[in-house]
């Protein structure tokens, strides 16, 4: 098989892999896509540099990993996109989401989450690239909650066992109860404000705080701070503190890798296993990013049933 190179990412030697020197062309090889399947699956964030075939590339490296799928937030809008699989990631300063945080305004900003917590089925990740990048700024966080969960405390994850959290769909982060705090809400995007209304997010969705990966029998510690709105059957002052506590131990920098963006770069990741925030850019900048979806589901997700 062709090979392509592959070795650690800047400043983070626990997960994550870089990928240099890989040929589209190979992309058909069984081998090369057994390769990249597994490589995926081990280290939860592959960054490609320097692949030659842009658009056309994404689309054949994300098939590799399934079948792609339309955002449910953008089923049926007219956001314009280049590709049906492509869901457009972009902060413009008329348009975009303006926060301020620890005092800065961002534009584009988005607290750490896995995408989709708030429905049942998650999908299983996607590979993001550059359409127009920022002068300053625009870096996308990733945080390994393989890495998280082995380093909790044995008594926290003995409190934890068996626990699930329940998910509602929040646009505005100045209202989200755990994570990192923001400070103010200066603009709301019309797809965040849109997203409300949306039929997929009117019943409250529930996840287990921990669960085995399959394949490898690793333990995984799958909360999403952002859209989190508490522990099921504990939304109580003593639930959110417990969860605030493992939220806490979440959100360290040595589990967590910062990627700055290089023209030539795609990102894939696993959606099941890493959070991911944004940090967002001065308000005047522009970024402009295409992400597609991998469709899949890990099947430990549920809808909150109501009682009456
Ligand atoms: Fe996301």
Same mark, same amino acid.
């Given at each position: 098989?062709?090979?392509?190179?592959?070795?650690?990412?800047?400043?983070?030697?626990?997960?994550?892999?870089?990928?240099?020197?890989?040929?589209?062309?190979?992309?058909?090889?069984?081998?090369?896509?057994?390769?990249?399947?597994?490589?995926?699956?081990?280290?939860?964030?592959?960054?490609?540099?320097?692949?030659?075939?842009?658009? %056309?590339?994404?689309?054949?490296? &994300?098939?590799? *990993?399934? @079948?792609?799928?339309? +955002?449910?937030?953008?089923?049926?809008?007219? !956001?314009?996109?280049?590709?049906?699989?492509?869901?457009?990631?972009?902060?413009?300063?008329?348009?975009?989401?303006?926060?301020?945080?620890?005092?800065?305004?961002?534009?584009?900003?988005?607290?750490?989450?896995?995408?989709?917590?708030?429905?049942?089925?998650?999908?299983?990740?996607?590979?993001?690239?550059?359409?127009?990048?920022?002068?300053?700024?625009?870096?996308?966080?990733?945080?390994?909650?393989?890495?998280a969960y082995a380093l909790l405390p044995d008594a926290l994850k003995a409190r934890i066992?068996?626990?699930?959290?329940?998910?509602?769909?929040?646009?505005?982060?100045?209202?989200?109860?755990?994570?990192?705090?923001? %400070?103010?809400?200066?603009?709301? &995007?019309?797809? *965040?404000? @849109?997203?409300?209304? +949306?039929?997929?997010?009117?019943?409250?969705? !529930?996840?287990?705080?921990v669960?085995?990966?399959?394949?490898?029998?690793?333990k995984?510690l799958?909360?999403?701070?952002?859209?989190?709105?508490?522990?099921?059957?504990?939304?109580?002052?003593?639930?959110?503190?417990?969860?605030?506590?493992v939220?806490?131990h979440v959100?360290?920098?040595?589990?967590?890798?910062?990627?700055?963006?290089?023209?030539?770069?795609?990102?894939?990741?696993?959606?099941?296993?890493?959070?991911?925030?944004?940090?967002?850019?001065?308000?005047?900048?522009?970024?402009?990013?295409?992400?597609?979806?991998?469709?899949?589901?890990?099947?430990?997700?549920?809808?909150?049933?109501?009682?009456?």
């Amino acid at each position: 098989m062709d090979e392509f190179h592959v070795c650690s990412l800047p400043g983070q030697e626990s997960f994550g892999a870089l990928v240099t020197e890989l040929d589209p062309a190979s992309l058909t090889d069984p081998a090369i896509r057994q390769a990249l399947r597994e490589l995926w699956i081990e280290k939860g964030v592959v960054v490609f540099r320097g692949a030659p075939g842009g658009l %056309d590339t994404q689309l054949a490296l &994300s098939e590799i *990993f399934g @079948e792609a799928q339309v +955002h449910p937030m953008m089923a049926g809008t007219d !956001i314009a996109s280049v590709h049906k699989a492509i869901a457009p990631v972009e902060f413009a300063p008329e348009e975009g989401n303006i926060y301020e945080v620890n005092g800065e305004l961002l534009g584009g900003y988005l607290p750490w989450h896995f995408d989709g917590a708030y429905v049942d089925r998650i999908n299983h990740g996607g590979i993001l690239r550059p359409h127009v990048l920022p002068n300053r700024g625009g870096d996308t966080g990733f945080i390994d909650q393989i890495a998280a969960y082995a380093l909790l405390p044995d008594a926290l994850k003995a409190r934890i066992e068996g626990l699930s959290v329940v998910y509602s769909y929040q646009p505005d982060f100045t209202k989200a109860k755990f994570g990192s705090r923001v %400070d103010r809400l200066v603009q709301m &995007s019309s797809l *965040f404000r @849109e997203g409300t209304k +949306h039929a997929s997010v009117q019943v409250r969705a !529930i996840h287990p705080l921990v669960y085995v990966q399959a394949g490898t029998g690793r333990k995984v510690l799958h909360v999403s701070p952002w859209f989190a709105e508490g522990i099921e059957g504990m939304e109580n002052a003593g639930g959110d503190a417990l969860l605030t506590e493992v939220i806490a131990h979440v959100l360290k920098p040595e589990l967590m890798y910062f990627h700055k963006w290089q023209a030539d770069d795609m990102v894939l990741w696993d959606n099941w296993r890493m959070l991911h925030c944004a940090t967002g850019v001065p308000p005047g900048e522009t970024r402009k990013m295409g992400r597609t979806t991998i469709v899949g589901d890990y099947g430990l997700g549920r809808r909150e049933v109501m009682a009456f």
